[in-house]
C-alpha cells in the first residue's frame, strides 16, 4: 500500500492540520502529501513545501502540486492505486465521521476511529449521553431557554459548540449580559450550555495497540493562560501550558486514565483518542473526546506519548498496522 498523509481541510481547524502534517511527514518521510484545499480541491504537495511552509497556525498553507480534483476524484485514485491514508485532520467533516463513511464505502483504509464513532464523539451532548450512561460523571446541560435560570443558580456558565473543535467558540457566561452572546452564537450554530465546574483542566490519551489492547497515556495537567484552553493557548502561548504526568493524586490519576479508557470504549474509538475532563472538588468530571487529536509539535497527545517512552514514529507506524486490520474487517462488513 501507499502510505498518503491526508491534511488540510475545509473547516477553520485546517491551519492545525497543517502543523500535525508536518509531525507526521517527520516521521513518515516517504509517504506521499495530499492537501485537502478550503475550495474542496486535492492537491499533491511537495515535501519541501510542506517542510518550509512556517507559522502553520497562523498563516494559510498553499499547495505546489498538481489538482487530483475534488474530494470524492482524489478518494476514488487512491483506492484505485491501493493507498492508506494516514489522517492528519482535525473538524468538520474530517472528523465528524463523514470522511471516514467515503473511505469506508470505498475500501480505503485510514487511520483513527471508524465513521460512527467519529460522529459519536463529534456530537457533544450525544458523546455526553452515552458516557453517563457507561459510568463517568458529566455534567448538567442547560437548555437555551433555561440560561437565567440556571445563571441564577450557579452563578457562572460555560458555552461551547455541539458540533466542533474544543478549540473554539468558547463562551463564558460570567455576567447577564453574556447571555445575548450567547444567544446570537446559538442563531448560527447548534450550542451546548452547562454550569462551570470550578477545578483543574486534565486530558487523556488512549493508545490501541496492534494486537488490539488498550492503554491510557500518562495524564496532562492544563493551566491556560486567561483560564481558557483555545486554540490561541494551545498553539500561540509564549510560556509552557502543559503538565505531564499531571500533579494529581494517585486516585485521580488512575480514574482519569479509567475515565479515559471508559469513553474510548462507549464511543467504539479505535486506534487513538483523547478525553478531556474536569478536576472538580468531587473528582474527575468527562467533557468530551477527541477522535482525531492534533498531532503537532505543542499537541497533548504527542507530549503523553513522550512521557510514556512510546517513539512517534512507532506509534503512526502502529496506527498504519491498525488500519491495515479495521479495512480488512470493513470491507467484510460493506459486502
Not at 476511529?113 to 455526553?128: M, R
Not at 433555561?146 to 461551547?160: N, R, V
Not at 447577564?176 to 446559538?186: E, F, I, K, M, P
Not at 503537532?296 to 491495515?324: C, M, R, W
Request: negative net charge; aromatic residues 8%.
Amino acid at each position: 500500500m501507499r502510505v498518503t498523509i491526508l491534511f488540510g481541510g475545509v473547516n477553520r481547524e485546517r491551519l492545525v492540520s497543517v502543523a500535525t502534517a508536518q509531525t507526521l511527514h517527520s516521521a513518515l518521510p516517504d509517504a506521499d502529501l495530499w492537501f485537502w484545499d478550503v475550495d474542496d480541491c486535492v492537491h499533491d504537495v511537495s515535501s519541501a513545501a510542506l517542510a518550509h511552509h512556517l507559522r502553520p497556525f497562523e498563516i494559510p498553507f498553499r499547495a505546489d502540486g498538481s489538482s487530483l480534483g475534488s474530494l470524492g476524484q482524489a478518494l476514488g485514485r487512491a483506492k484505485a492505486e491501493n493507498r492508506l491514508l494516514v489522517l492528519g485532520l482535525h473538524g468538520g467533516m474530517a472528523e465528524n465521521g463523514e470522511l471516514q463513511l467515503m473511505c469506508e464505502a470505498r475500501g480505503i483504509p485510514f487511520t483513527g476511529s471508524g465513521s460512527a464513532a467519529s460522529h459519536l464523539a463529534f456530537d457533544k451532548a450525544a458523546a455526553k449521553r452515552f458516557a453517563t450512561i457507561a459510568g463517568l460523571a458529566t455534567t448538567s446541560s442547560v437548555a437555551l431557554d433555561d440560561m437565567e435560570k440556571a445563571f441564577a443558580e450557579h452563578g457562572k456558565l460555560i458555552a461551547k459548540p455541539a458540533r466542533d473543535g474544543s478549540s473554539y467558540g468558547l463562551i463564558f457566561v460570567n455576567a447577564t449580559q453574556d447571555l445575548a452572546g450567547v444567544r446570537n452564537a446559538a442563531k448560527s450554530e447548534e450550542y451546548l450550555i452547562e454550569p462551570f465546574i470550578p477545578g483543574t483542566e486534565a486530558t487523556c490519551g488512549v493508545l490501541e495497540h496492534p494486537d488490539g489492547s488498550l492503554a491510557p497515556l500518562p495524564t496532562i495537567e492544563i493551566i491556560a493562560e486567561g483560564g481558557a484552553f483555545d486554540n490561541a493557548a494551545k498553539y500561540l502561548a509564549s510560556t509552557p501550558q502543559e503538565i505531564c504526568p499531571g500533579r494529581f493524586t494517585p486516585e485521580v490519576n488512575r480514574q482519569i486514565m479509567d475515565g479515559a479508557i471508559l469513553a474510548h470504549r462507549a464511543l467504539s474509538c479505535s486506534g487513538y483518542s483523547r478525553s478531556d475532563f474536569i478536576v472538580s472538588e468531587h473528582g474527575p468530571i468527562y467533557l468530551e473526546t477527541n477522535t482525531l487529536p492534533g498531532l503537532t509539535g505543542p499537541s497533548l497527545y504527542p507530549k503523553s506519548l513522550k512521557a510514556q517512552g512510546i517513539e512517534f514514529t512507532d506509534f503512526i507506524n502502529g496506527q498504519i498496522v491498525l488500519a491495515e486490520q479495521k479495512a480488512q474487517r470493513t470491507k467484510v462488513h460493506w459486502r
